[in-house]
C-alpha cells in the first residue's frame, strides 16, 4: 500500500522516525506524527515504530489502543459528527443519527468505500443550546441543512469537499 506521495508506509515511518533517534519517552508524538502523515495508524508503520523505538509491537499497539484519538482505519475526508450528549438527545439526536446514517449510506463509526465521509457520534460538541448538533468536519451545522451540507460535499462544494 502507498501513499498519495508514493512511497510506502514503512518507508515514511522510517523516515519520521529519523528525527526521534536516540530520544526517549516519544512513542506517542511518534505515533502522533505517523497518524498526521497517513491520517491513520497503517500496521506497516506500526510495525516499523516498535522496530525503530526498539520496543515490544505489543506495547506500541497498547499505547496506541489506549488513546481514542488514534485511528486505526482510515477515515473520510468529511466526517459527520452528531452529538449525543444529554441535551441533544432530549431534543432527538437518535433521529439526527439515523437520518445521517441514512443520508450516508454508513453505520455509526463506519467510513465509505470511497473514504469520502466518515459518520461518527461523540459526547458532547458543547454547543448545547442549539441542541440537536450536527458537526460536519468543523463546521457546526443546524440539523435542518444537514443533507444539503452534504449533498453538497458528494458535489465537491465546501472544504475538504
Known sequence: ?????????????RGIMARYAGREGMLVHALQDIQGVFGYL????VRVLAEELGI??????????????????PRGRNTVRVC?????QVQGSRSVLQQAE????????????DLSFTLETVN???????????????????TAVMEHVIADLRKGIGENG
Open 42 to 45: 497503517p500496521e506497516d508503520a
Open 1 to 13: 500500500m502507498a501513499t498519495e506521495c508514493g512511497a510506502p508506509p514503512a518507508e515514511q515511518t
Open 84 to 88: 449525543t450528549g444529554t441535551a441533544c
Open 102 to 113: 441514512k443520508l450516508l449510506g454508513l453505520r455509526n463509526g463506519e467510513t465509505s468505500a
Open 56 to 73: 515490544p509491537l505489543s506495547h506500541v499497539w497498547g499505547v496506541a489502543s489506549f488513546y481514542d484519538r488514534f485511528r486505526f482505519t
Open 124 to 142: 458532547c460538541v458543547g454547543c448545547c443550546g442549539l441542541a440537536p448538533v450536527v458537526v460536519v468536519n468543523n463546521d457546526v451545522i443546524p
